[in-house]
């Protein structure tokens, strides 16, 4: 069953290790089939992965963002998409840590950023009114050193205002302690880009980071505007101090993931500027943005 000869019997274990592994350690996991599937199924999609930029697989979708006060949308996060030829569409939760662990996100981002900028360019043309576009960085993106003149250099071939741009990083990588991070993110914000925490409160949320860090925009993760509904007090208690905090600090709040007209009342009557979510628009291709 476990393999009928050492090698068999060696690569298993090691599939069983690393499960436990990435699962915490000190953990006991056998190697079942499934794991075994998956894992070749994981290796597959990564050595694809490596292609999709050149067969044209990934693609961007775009959510608009909306002005809480008078509904108007007032920007887009760009949102990377991946249809595979052979397991169709794979979600971001699986391909963007694998283009993070192979190094590939560097490549991808750019293509990203670049494409992103090409079609706002677009969509203010439509518009005809100040908006903004938010594109995601990875903490490997801010690992490269010329990330700055990266951008910069973008921003310059498809003619983008840095003003309308903002820089989205997750909160656990904007409270990373590695000093360079921030110094990337420093730079960045020079050019004139905003910089947004996202899943702000989900991680290790630091008061002392809000304070040194080069923040503009906060954004309530998901999980508490889903609490709103909720017969718990808890989470709106929550949202309501992120806004009072935010808002001593001069800093923008966007909520997320708000899905139903209690959440974007509720976000709304507490100060919230800006919502986001499919109460109002759902992602969308550049055409339809249009």
């Keep these: 069953v476990d393999g009928e000869n050492p090698e068999t019997l060696i690569k298993n274990a090691d599939i069983a290790m690393y499960r436990a592994k990435t699962g915490g350690k000190n953990q006991c996991i056998y190697c079942s089939p499934e794991l075994k599937d998956e894992t070749i199924t994981k290796m597959k999609l990564t050595n694809s992965l490596y292609r999709a930029l050149d067969r044209n697989e990934l693609y961007l979708n775009y959510q608009p963002q909306i002005k809480a006060e008078t509904q108007e949308i007032i920007g887009f996060e760009a949102l990377l998409r991946w249809n595979n030829k052979e397991y169709g569409l794979v979600s971001p939760n699986i391909f963007i840590p694998m283009a993070e662990q192979t190094g590939l996100?560097?490549?991808?981002?750019?293509?990203?950023?670049?494409?992103?900028?090409?079609?706002?360019?677009?969509?203010?043309?439509c518009y005809g009114k100040d908006i903004s576009l938010s594109i995601n960085l990875s903490i490997e993106q801010l690992r490269d050193n010329n990330i700055t003149e990266k951008?910069?250099?973008?921003?310059?071939?498809?003619?983008?205002?840095?003003?309308?741009?903002?820089?989205?990083?997750?909160?656990?990588?904007?409270?990373?302690?590695?000093?360079?991070?921030?110094?990337?993110?420093?730079?960045?914000?020079?050019?004139?880009?905003?910089?947004?925490?996202?899943?702000?409160?989900?991680?290790?949320?630091?008061?002392?980071?809000?304070?040194?860090?080069?923040?503009?925009?906060?954004?309530?993760?998901?999980?508490?505007?889903?609490?709103?509904?909720?017969?718990?007090?808890?989470?709106?208690?929550?949202?309501?101090?992120?806004?009072?905090?935010?808002?001593?600090?001069?800093?923008?709040?966007?909520?997320?993931?708000?899905?139903?007209?209690?959440?974007y009342t509720y976000l709304k009557d507490n100060g919230c500027d800006m919502i986001q979510g499919y109460y109002f628009y759902k992602p969308m291709p550049a055409n339809e943005i249009e």
């Design 151 to 263: 951008i910069s250099k973008v921003l310059l071939d498809t003619e983008t205002n840095a003003k309308d741009i903002r820089i989205e990083i997750t909160e656990s990588i904007a409270f990373n302690e590695d000093p360079n991070i921030l110094q990337r993110l420093i730079e960045i914000r020079n050019l004139g880009i905003s910089i947004s925490i996202d899943d702000f409160g989900k991680g290790y949320s630091s008061f002392n980071r809000l304070k040194t860090f080069p923040i503009d925009i906060l954004k309530i993760d998901m999980d508490f505007v889903r609490g709103i509904t909720s017969p718990s007090k808890k989470d709106r208690a929550i949202i309501r101090s992120i806004i009072q905090i935010a808002k001593n600090l001069n800093i923008a709040v966007l909520a997320e993931g708000v899905e139903t007209k209690e959440q």
């Design 105 to 125: 996100i560097r490549q991808i981002g750019l293509w990203t950023i670049k494409t992103a900028c090409e079609h706002f360019k677009s969509f203010k043309k």
